[in-house]
């Protein structure tokens, strides 16, 4: 089994800033591509950056300027860093990691979540 661990939310106030860890971990063969997603109340999940294992990202529209997604592929860690938050950005963020475990089958996980909220 491969599991996501992460950290580094928490209440910040508007324009503040917060930098997330994603960790894999478990029977990875290799790790293809990681990202972040956020769902904010009464809303759907959506897409907030990607990072492929070569470091190749994607951000969505919202966030682009405002938070960086980086990658230890050594330690199958992504971060994302998140600068001048504002209450909008107020979401449970998911890592989701894709790749092949330990048999060569593919695989895709999702964190737990971790909670952002940014006060006005």
């Known amino acids: 089994q491969v599991h996501l661990v992460e950290s580094g939310g928490g209440l910040v106030q508007t324009g503040g800033s917060l930098r997330l860890s994603c960790a894999a971990s478990?029977?990875?063969?290799?790790?293809?591509?990681m990202g972040w997603y956020r769902q904010a109340p009464g809303k759907q999940r959506e897409l907030v950056a990607t990072?492929?294992?070569?470091?190749?990202?994607n951000y969505a529209d919202s966030v682009k300027g405002q938070f960086t997604i980086s990658r230890d592929n050594t330690k199958n860690t992504i971060y994302l860093q998140m600068n001048n938050l504002k209450p909008e950005d107020t979401a449970v963020y998911y890592c989701?990691?894709?790749?092949?475990?330990?048999?060569?089958?593919?695989?895709?996980?999702w964190g737990q979540g971790t909670l952002v909220t940014v006060s006005s």
């Open positions: 990072i492929t294992r070569a470091g190749s990202t």
């Open positions: 478990g029977s990875i063969f290799t790790i293809t591509a």
């Open positions: 989701n990691a894709e790749g092949r475990d330990t048999l060569v089958k593919y695989l895709e996980v």
